[in-house]
């Protein structure tokens, strides 16, 4: 005759198979790979590019720098006022802007920021005005250039080009996920933002 199998030890192992089941679905889930956001415009980084600390002062005297820039989503144009893309760059981020208006929680967390290597000729009221005349929402601000040289080389950055600027998105960790360029549409960057944020997990 077959012996009777004790109910309880059952009950154990489908109880431990149940549990450990469980526990390797949130353990995957805790750690699988965030999903890659479908992009028509942006160059993503993957790994996403960490960046060297700079110092910078923008038109209000107040210091910039990656803390500074931590919690908030932002879009970078690095440049001088004088050089011939940095007006273009300012009209496209300008358009850029206008196209998350349909979208004002993202539209509020996107900073705007021109950042220019050369404080003595991009004053305060300078980096004021003209930012102003674009975007009154848009930030500026100018750093000497050994205060950005690490920066700048790890963007890739060639001032002694002049070319059409990039546009680099850092995420709230001040990471830059992904390079626009200003050939982009407007309204096809404005939907990879989006994209971007929505698909792009925090450590």
């Not at 526990?23 to 980084?45: C, D, F, M, S």
């Not at 993957?46 to 919690?71: C, I, K, M, S």
């Not at 690490?150 to 998105?169: C, H, N, Q, R």
């Amino acid at each position: 005759m077959r012996a009777r199998r004790n109910p309880w030890l059952r009950l154990a192992v489908f109880s431990l198979a149940a549990g450990l089941f469980a526990l390797g679905y949130w353990w995957g889930n805790r750690y699988k790979q965030p999903e890659t956001p479908e992009v028509h415009n942006a160059i993503l980084l993957r790994p996403a590019l960490h960046l060297p600390d700079f110092r910078a002062r923008d038109y209000r005297n107040t210091e910039v720098n990656l803390g500074t820039l931590r919690g908030r989503w932002t879009l970078l144009l690095a440049g001088r006022l004088d050089d011939p893309g940095t007006p273009r760059g300012l009209v496209h981020l300008t358009r850029i802007y206008n196209r998350l208006a349909a979208q004002p929680d993202l539209q509020r967390e996107l900073r705007i920021l021109l950042l220019s290597p050369t404080p003595g000729t991009d004053g305060p009221r300078r980096l004021q005005d003209t930012v102003f005349s674009y975007n009154p929402g848009m930030d500026a601000a100018a750093g000497d250039p050994g205060d950005l040289a690490g920066l700048f080389a790890a963007l890739g950055v060639d001032e002694s080009t002049d070319g059409d600027p990039a546009l680099y998105l850092l995420d709230p960790e001040t990471r830059v996920q992904a390079v626009f360029t200003i050939r982009d549409d407007p309204a096809g960057i404005a939907a990879d933002l989006r994209e971007i944020q929505q698909k792009t997990t925090r450590p």
